[in-house]
């Protein structure tokens, strides 16, 4: 593959972030010290941030073409195949750029290793450039993560990396039929949770600490519920439904289960409004699901290209 870009993805820092919600710096390092806050914290971390990314633009500038964009325009932003992308952040950066490629080489870069652990981000500034060296010479080595894909009869789709949520954006009850493993059954409950390998260590995770700390309060179960274990590149998915309702329309016989290339989950929405599909935590980008809507659930046919070496 011949690559010509190097697309460069960042973010903002929470004191960016301070700023623009207050307009200048003074009036944030104002709020967040009279709040009990540490206003020196978010200075280091801004600028520890910065001379990272500098750094990394210096060692980058020269290997191909180079363009740097913001997270916020990445809903926007076209990717295509001669791209090699290099973000640097945390690693909620790599999951919410990852469900916007379709195979590119992604070097995730660590900007502050002391203080941020990155289990999804193998590089620093010092090693990036050669792994993008080897990307060039075809030499890399990588690890294909498994993601998730809501697709609806309209033709609309959202991927994620780390899992889906399907329900309402407020805290009424999501309303629809469900279907899964040949069986069928009307809900009312506080949404569907669709987890990812790569995402089965967090809010998947949570789901069994609940589910484990009402056993063990309620009924002194022991052992208590394994949660599943995934690898990233597992082509299986799990669901849960959080806090089902049984009444005199709706049922609780579904609650959880696996979803593979064979047996996708179905949902038909049964809301007037307010329904919503969001991935990864973002729920500002999201697809409406309401009243005459069905959404499939899978395993999406893409995958992330994480360059690990």
């Given at each position: 593959?011949?690559?010509?870009?190097?697309?460069?993805?960042?973010?903002?820092?929470?004191?960016?972030?301070?700023?623009?919600?207050?307009?200048?710096?003074?009036?944030?390092?104002?709020?967040?010290?009279?709040?009990?806050?540490?206003?020196?914290?978010y200075e280091r971390e801004h600028e520890t941030y910065h001379a990272a990314l500098n750094d990394l633009k210096k060692s980058l500038t020269g290997l191909?073409?180079?363009?740097?964009?913001?997270?916020?325009?990445?809903?926007?932003?076209?990717?295509d195949d001669s791209n090699?992308?290099?973000?640097?952040?945390?690693?909620?950066?790599?999951?919410?750029?990852?469900?916007?490629?379709?195979?590119q080489p992604v070097v995730?870069?660590?900007?502050?290793?002391?203080?941020?652990?990155?289990?999804?981000?193998?590089?620093?500034?010092?090693?990036?450039?050669?792994?993008?060296?080897?990307?060039?010479k075809g030499e890399s080595h990588s690890h294909l993560i498994?993601?998730?894909?809501?697709?609806?009869?309209?033709?609309?789709?959202?991927?994620?990396?780390?899992?889906?949520?399907?329900?309402v954006r407020t805290h009424v009850s999501a309303r629809y039929l469900i279907q899964a493993n040949g069986k069928e059954e009307h809900h009312s409950s506080s949404g569907i949770l669709?987890?990812?390998?790569?995402g089965s260590t967090g809010w998947l995770s949570s789901m069994f600490n609940m589910a484990n700390g009402m056993?063990?309060?309620?009924?002194?179960?022991?052992?208590?519920?394994?949660?599943p274990q995934l690898t990233w590149d597992t082509d299986k998915l799990i669901f849960v439904v959080r806090e089902p309702f049984i009444s005199k329309t709706s049922g609780a016989q579904i609650v959880c289960g696996a979803i593979t290339a064979a047996s996708p989950l179905i949902l038909k929405s049964e809301m007037p409004?307010?329904?919503?599909?969001?991935?990864?935590?973002?729920?500002?980008d999201f697809l409406a699901f309401n009243a005459g809507m069905i959404a499939t659930i899978g395993v999406a046919e893409r995958k992330t290209n994480l360059v690990v070496g």
């Open positions: 593959m011949d690559y010509e870009k190097i697309i460069l993805v960042t973010r903002k820092t929470r004191l960016e972030g301070l700023i623009e919600r207050f307009n200048t710096r003074g009036q944030a390092k104002f709020y967040i010290e009279h709040s009990g806050g540490d206003f020196a914290f191909v073409k180079l363009q740097e964009i913001e997270r916020g325009f990445l809903p926007n932003f076209l990717f090699i992308v290099v973000t640097i952040g945390i690693d909620g950066l790599v999951v919410n750029t990852a469900k916007y490629l379709n195979g995730a870069v660590n900007p502050d290793p002391a203080h941020i652990d990155g289990v999804l981000l193998p590089f620093n500034v010092s090693n990036a450039p050669l792994a993008v060296q080897k990307i060039l498994t993601m998730a894909e809501a697709k609806l009869n309209d033709g609309q789709s959202l991927l994620a990396f780390n899992d889906l949520f399907i329900g669709v987890s990812t390998g790569a056993l063990s309060e309620f009924a002194n179960a022991e052992p208590k519920i394994q949660k409004e307010g329904g919503v599909i969001f991935s990864d935590g973002v729920e500002s």
